[in-house]
């Protein structure tokens, strides 16, 4: 089995910056692609960004150039950096990993979650 913990939302004025991490533990032999989703009250999940093993990444167009994944994987890391927030980008944001070294961007192709941070951006 796999945990994702997510760590490192929080508030922040438009236009800032803000950095989220995501931690895996557990057998990783099952880990492949990671990426992050987001999701507001009364909304489906929406993929923001996937990162397969080899390094290449996708994103949504909503994020495209504001948004930033990196992969660590000796610290078994996936980060997501985040600037030029919007308060569009307002969201929980979950940390996801599937066994497909893919780029999926439904939440169905994705096995392990985290619980969540929250992304809280003032206009």
């Known amino acids: 089995q796999v945990q994702l913990v997510e760590s490192g939302g929080g508030w922040v004025q438009a236009g800032g910056s803000l950095r989220l991490s995501c931690v895996a533990s557990?057998?990783?032999?099952?880990?492949?692609?990671m990426g992050w989703y987001r999701q507001t009250p009364g909304n489906t999940r929406e993929w923001v960004t996937t990162?397969?093993?080899?390094?290449?990444?996708a994103y949504a167009d909503s994020v495209k150039g504001r948004f930033t994944i990196s992969r660590d994987n000796v610290k078994d890391t996936v980060t997501l950096e985040m600037n030029r927030l919007e308060p569009k980008d307002t969201a929980t944001y979950y940390c996801?990993?599937?066994?497909?070294?893919?780029?999926?961007?439904?939440?169905?192709?994705?096995?392990?979650w985290g619980q969540g941070t929250q992304v809280t951006v003032s206009s």
């Open positions: 996801a990993a599937r066994s497909f070294d893919t780029v999926g961007t439904t939440p169905a192709e994705y096995s392990y």
């Open positions: 990162m397969v093993s080899g390094g290449a990444s």
């Open positions: 557990g057998r990783f032999a099952h880990i492949a692609a």
